[in-house]
C-alpha cells in the first residue's frame, strides 16, 4: 500500500485513477494476477475533520473497491 497527497487538479482525482488502473492493466499480461490496483482516496479539509479522518475514509473505499473487484484479503 502507498500513499499520494495531491495539491493542485483535485477536479481530476477521478481522471487519474482511472488512468493509473489502465496503465496497471496494460501489464497484467507481463505479470499475471500477481498485479493489481485498488484505489480509495478522500479530501482533507483541515477546518472539517483530523488528518486521520481522511486516511481512514480513502482506506475504506479502497477496501471496498478490492470488494468489489473480489479480493478478498486485508
Known amino acids: 500500500e502507498f500513499c499520494v497527497t495531491v495539491y493542485k487538479n483535485q477536479d481530476k482525482i477521478e481522471s487519474m485513477n482511472y488512468r ?14 500477481i498485479l493489481g490496483v485498488s484505489v480509495g482516496y478522500s479530501k ?4 472539517k475533520m483530523k488528518i486521520e479522518e481522511a486516511i481512514k475514509n480513502a ?3 479502497m477496501y471496498d473497491n478490492k470488494k468489489q473487484k473480489g479480493v478478498t484479503q486485508r
Do not use: A, P, Q, V
Request: glycine residues 10%.
Open 20 to 33: 493509473f488502473s489502465e496503465l496497471i492493466n496494460e501489464h497484467k499480461g507481463e505479470y499475471g494476477d
Open 59 to 61: 482506506d475504506e473505499m
Open 44 to 47: 482533507y479539509e483541515s477546518t
